[in-house]
């Protein structure tokens, strides 16, 4: 039993891999971004805030491309 | 219990690990032998800013002007600027250049061998290398005039030795 879980445990962490800033092309594409349609976003904003009094609290650093 | 901790722990430890890095002062490794495309100039005895660039990051297609005006400033005084493109795709390096157009010369590295081995922390990172093949210099990332004027200092400091 012990040696079986050991080994998922193992190739469970093969998943985790570090994206290296040069691989990055995907994630710095425009559908990537969180704020890719200001206008969208603006009005969505504007519905939760008429409607639920909630506003803000979704703001994140880019889509990860590590430029900067 | 304990063995989870340790197979989590020396996860970790590859992780933090894998990949080789230069870092300053560490010598620079020579492009040619990762089969790098493009016309590598002769570096020797030169201080070389090597810029590495992708088609997709705009920090990039900001510096390059930049760079340029740096290179024809200090290019009589020994200075060479060498733009590393690291795009798999040729065709998207192509398209960033036909837009820039540099004068100074660049080199592609679509297997991505020679980025791997240098390992930049982002997009741009110049290597600012001394007359000895030692980088003297890192600066990631492209803020805009004080990059460059942060970058100038160490490039003069570099052509002085």
Same mark, same amino acid.
């Given at each position: ?34 704020d890719?349609n200001p206008l969208g976003e603006a009005m969505a ?24 | ?123 741009? $990172? ?23 004027? $942060? ?11």
């Amino acid at each position: 039993m012990k040696p079986y879980f050991l080994l998922v445990t193992l190739f469970a962490f093969t998943s985790c891999g570090k994206v290296a800033p040069w691989e990055r092309a995907n994630l710095a594409r425009k559908a990537m971004a969180p704020d890719r349609n200001p206008l969208g976003e603006a009005m969505a904003d504007h519905m939760y805030f008429s409607r639920e009094g909630s506003l803000g609290g979704k703001g994140v650093g880019g889509g990860g491309c590590g430029c900067n | 219990m304990k063995n989870i901790a340790i197979c989590f722990l020396t996860a970790l430890v590859l992780l933090a690990t894998s990949g080789a890095e230069v870092s300053r002062g560490a010598s620079f490794p020579n492009p040619k032998t990762f089969g790098v495309t493009g016309i590598l100039p002769s570096t020797k005895g030169k201080v070389v800013l090597y810029d590495f660039w992708a088609s997709w990051c705009q920090p990039c297609r900001q510096a390059f002007p930049a760079y340029d005006r740096l290179y024809k400033k200090y290019k009589g005084q020994g200075l060479i600027v060498v733009g590393v493109g690291t795009d798999k795709k040729p065709k998207d390096s192509a398209g960033f250049l036909k837009r820039l157009s540099p004068s100074f010369p660049v080199i592609f590295d679509h297997s991505q061998r020679f980025v791997a081995k240098v390992g930049p922390k982002g997009m741009p $990172t110049a290597y600012l290398v001394g007359k000895n093949g030692k980088v003297a210099f890192i600066h990631s990332g492209f803020r805009g005039a004080k990059t460059v004027k $942060t970058i100038e200092a160490q490039i003069q400091v570099a052509l002085k030795k």
